[in-house]
């Protein structure tokens, strides 16, 4: 079982200021470790009530954080959980993930969804297409990703965007591209892209046992559809620990256990008292010796 962390929040006691060293003191510590993944969200404002925090609090842009986190690491695995479909056009994005992962050697996932924090974009001013157009757009997105990191340069035409004449220099490192993960347990759509593009998907916990099974379960037809080995697909978790409040090392080797019998592979934990660096040193020395053998 591999185990990730997400880092979903920045308000850090010490501020504004505090951010840059306590972010490289967390990522450091996750690499030193042993964390498989690391990751953020693509948000411009912080999730209302996540972590007991407001939308005006403090709040990164990922990709930008990302190459920050490349240049401190040089084994674990970098990623955003998961790109909004509708902030940035699929050209310039395609350059933002590759940028990322020529930086850092070759080791990105390419997470994307098709967003849905309607009030971050209509506050920003950022248009909020229907549900359906906002799918069609994440097709769109990941047909231009597997046509450009096919070759060198390609033309692309979609329903909603077109790159006539898109490069890919520098090409990614990672072999044969970034790892395409897409968020979600839509069964009609979200699935059914996982199943067609996709090298991941992700599936957050807070949907409960049965329709996380459920969704695994979907996606398993769908991948029969396109006679492609469901084996093949990398099963993410998105989970929220807090070990400095009722969660527990024994508790969280439990739950990584009735994770793994599901058919996830890949555990990652959201930790509202990261900063604290405990919690990652517990995970280092309690927990991932624990689950390694899983």
Not at 190 to 212: H, K, P, S
Request: charged letters at 20%; hydrophobic letters at 40%; a negative charge.
């Amino acid at each position: 079982m591999h185990i990730g962390l997400q880092i979903p929040s920045f308000k850090y006691p010490g501020g504004k200021a505090a951010i840059r060293p306590k972010l490289k003191e967390i990522v450091t510590t996750a690499e030193e470790g042993g964390f498989y993944s690391l990751w953020v969200m693509d948000h411009y404002y912080q999730i209302k009530g996540l972590f007991d925090e407001d939308y005006t609090d403090p709040m990164l842009e990922a990709y930008s954080t990302l190459g920050y986190f490349a240049g401190l690491t040089e084994k674990i695995w970098l990623g955003v959980l998961v790109t909004g479909v509708i902030y940035r056009h699929p050209a310039v994005l395609m350059k933002m993930v590759n940028t990322v992962d020529i930086l850092a050697g070759g080791r990105t996932y390419f997470g994307i969804g098709a967003a849905w924090y309607e009030g971050e974009a209509r506050g920003n001013g950022i248009p909020y297409p229907t549900t359906s157009e906002r799918f069609e757009q994440l097709e769109d997105c990941l047909q231009l990703a597997k046509a450009l990191w096919a070759g060198d340069q390609t033309s692309f035409e979609g329903k909603h965007f077109s790159a006539p004449a898109i490069t890919n220099n520098p090409r990614p490192i990672t072999t044969p591209h970034p790892r395409i993960m897409i968020g979600g347990t839509g069964p009609k759509k979200t699935l059914r892209m996982v199943a067609q593009y996709a090298d991941a998907c992700n599936i957050g916990d807070w949907v409960g046992d049965e329709n996380m099974q459920k969704a695994l379960d979907t996606l398993k037809a769908h991948c029969e559809n396109f006679n492609r080995d469901y084996d093949t697909v990398e099963k993410t978790s998105l989970c929220t620990v807090n070990l400095s409040g009722d969660d527990t090392p024994a508790g969280v080797i439990s739950r990584i256990n009735e994770l793994s019998q599901m058919g996830f592979t890949h555990a990652i934990f959201n930790m509202p008292d990261v900063f604290k660096i405990t919690p990652l040193e517990t995970f280092a020395t309690e927990i991932m010796p624990a689950v390694g053998e899983i």
